[in-house]
């Protein structure tokens, strides 16, 4: 071979490199392909399957959080009977409330044979912690606890409610309509006509009164001059 093509051989082996090396580098970055974090998944089992487990707390996007957050997490059940999830507790925030789409609490979350859950999904059930202190971009230790599977802990990952998971951080809880403080007067209801009288529906007014008088003895009231 002359030293030519000898050349222009090892100069296309050289480009191929590059391209393969910049193809590899677009398809690591998860914002290139615009896809979703890689987060924990761990199995329990031979028929659960948790998948993408974080916990979000609220709108910052770096540093320390400390208030509420929910866990999120796909919950997959290949099993032959339902899976019954008991509770979720989060290093540093105690155990979850877990909650129905409705808002109404749930002692335990079951998950039907061959079917799925998405914790904190659009009318899917929510596990919401009170208050966390969590380090946002962080991880956290998340145990999950089922029935008859036993237990299982993850390093969960700790995102705001931005971006991807926009939507999956707390909701404010309705605050309760103040009452008025002790001592306070209520309104007075407005005085009746007759001290003690009660209406009764359907009844007719009798007497003076009733023909338009301007008193109730009949008598007209003498004109001030």
Request: charged share 10%.
């Amino acid at each position: 071979m002359s030293r030519s093509l000898r050349r222009g051989s090892l100069a296309a082996i050289a480009a191929i490199a590059i391209a393969s090396l910049s193809a590899c580098a677009a398809g690591n970055n998860a914002e290139t392909l615009e896809v979703k974090p890689d987060n924990t998944s761990v199995t329990l089992g031979t028929d659960l399957r948790l998948n993408n487990i974080v916990v979000v707390t609220g709108d910052e996007t770096s540093g320390e959080h400390t208030g509420p957050a929910n866990v999120t997490v796909n919950i997959s059940n290949t099993g032959a009977e339902p899976a019954r999830l008991e509770s979720i507790s989060v290093e540093g925030g105690g155990t979850a409330t877990l909650t129905d789409p409705s808002g109404a609490p749930l002692k335990e979350l079951i998950i039907k044979p061959g079917d799925a859950v998405l914790l904190g999904g659009p009318g899917q059930p929510t596990a919401r912690l009170a208050s966390a202190t969590l380090q946002v971009g962080g991880f956290v230790p998340t145990t999950f606890a089922f029935e008859k599977a036993g237990q299982v802990q993850a390093e969960a990952a700790v995102y705001a409610n931005f971006g991807y998971y926009k939507g999956f951080g707390p909701t404010p809880t309705p605050s309760a309509p103040a009452s008025p403080a002790a001592g306070t007067a209520s309104p007075a209801a407005a005085p009746s006509p007759t001290a003690g009288a009660t209406a009764t529906a359907g009844a007719k007014p009798t007497g003076p009164a009733a023909s338009g008088s301007p008193t109730a003895s009949g008598s007209p009231i003498a004109a001030a001059h």
